[in-house]
């Protein structure tokens, strides 16, 4: 005899929803899910957006010379003349930080853009080719990923010695192995897929198959990836100045400020202070971008329905 559910059947799960309660159900989740990911995105590009203007206005906004000494003015706490103090040669701190805003935030995309181009093209034609070649720049990557990014760009400056062009090949040099197996990655996965296939089966050249139908379903993880290093190149280059290893000075850089105050944290910690504070919000800015991108790119983690079919 066959159970009647009669009006409980309702407050069964799954059991009397209609299909149009269950659309608009995830339609509700997949709203927010969105809505999350915008917020993570525009906080994070809020967070970048000032950093930049700070960066491009940095002759209007810098009162001071970030070079210029004036022994008078040592180690002054922030005031209203000097916003944030002064360090132990009378340089304004508040106008160093300024301008090493442009130092980082130039060495970030010039390294990003590069290693992203160079090592992304290697990864996309390792993958796709396969075969010794794919084997022997998989090798070579390992052995470079086997040491720490940092690690590797002090090895590189120690040979190629300091100055900001240095900086950027030694970290760019660095940085190329992570984009290359990323791109690799992705690459072995989108050549086995039907349209792929296709336009091979149709007589596609290699160079068209690679350039028109797998290199643009790799640009996704790509951008997650740019916005992460972007982040790790400032922190990367910021040691480097800090060890003396980076932009001589007295060019004003984040690391070589933080450096310049290290002798002074219990008597004048701002010098460090702000600087610090500075490399902090610039890379969550880039994270939270990061994290956003990752999220609404990534269909795996949208929590939406994606087969309606």
């Known amino acids: 005899m066959t159970p009647s559910l009669g009006g409980n059947s ?171 197996r990323l791109q690799r990655a992705v690459t072995l996965a989108v050549r086995e897929r039907e349209f792929v296939t296709a336009a091979v089966a149709l007589g596609s050249s290699q160079g068209r198959v690679l350039l028109r139908h797998v290199a643009p379903n790799c640009l996704a993880p790509a951008l997650v990836m740019l916005t992460v290093s972007a982040a790790d190149a400032i922190l990367v280059e910021s040691s480097l100045s800090f060890l003396g290893l980076g932009v001589q000075p007295p060019a004003p850089t984040w690391g070589a400020v933080i450096s310049d105050g290290r002798s002074f944290l219990q008597n004048a910690p701002w010098i460090s202070g702000f600087s610090g504070a500075a490399i902090m919000i610039t890379v969550l800015g880039l994270n939270l971008v990061g994290d956003g991108l990752r999220d609404l790119l990534d269909p795996t983690l949208r929590g939406e329905a994606t087969d309606r079919t």
């Open 10 to 180: 309702a407050t069964l799960p799954g059991i009397g929803a209609t299909p149009a309660s269950i659309d608009r159900r995830g339609t509700e989740i997949g709203l927010r899910g969105r809505l999350r990911r915008s917020v993570v995105i525009f906080a994070g590009g809020a967070v970048l957006l000032v950093v930049v203007a700070v960066a491009l206005l940095a002759p209007v906004i810098a009162s001071y010379n970030p070079i210029a000494n004036s022994l008078v003015d040592r180690l002054k706490p922030p005031s209203r003349a000097h916003l944030f103090g002064t360090d132990d040669f009378g340089r304004d701190v508040f106008s160093r930080v300024v301008w090493g805003a442009r130092v980082s935030l130039l060495v970030a995309a010039v390294i990003v853009s590069v290693a992203a181009l160079g090592g992304g093209a290697v990864g996309l034609v390792s993958g796709y080719l396969g075969g010794r070649l794919d084997q022997a720049v998989m090798r070579i990557v390992d052995m470079m990923l086997a040491f720490p990014a940092l690690l590797l760009a002090l090895a590189l400056m120690a040979g190629l010695g300091s100055s900001l062009l240095n900086v950027i090949l030694a970290i760019t040099v660095a940085f190329l192995p992570r984009f290359t």
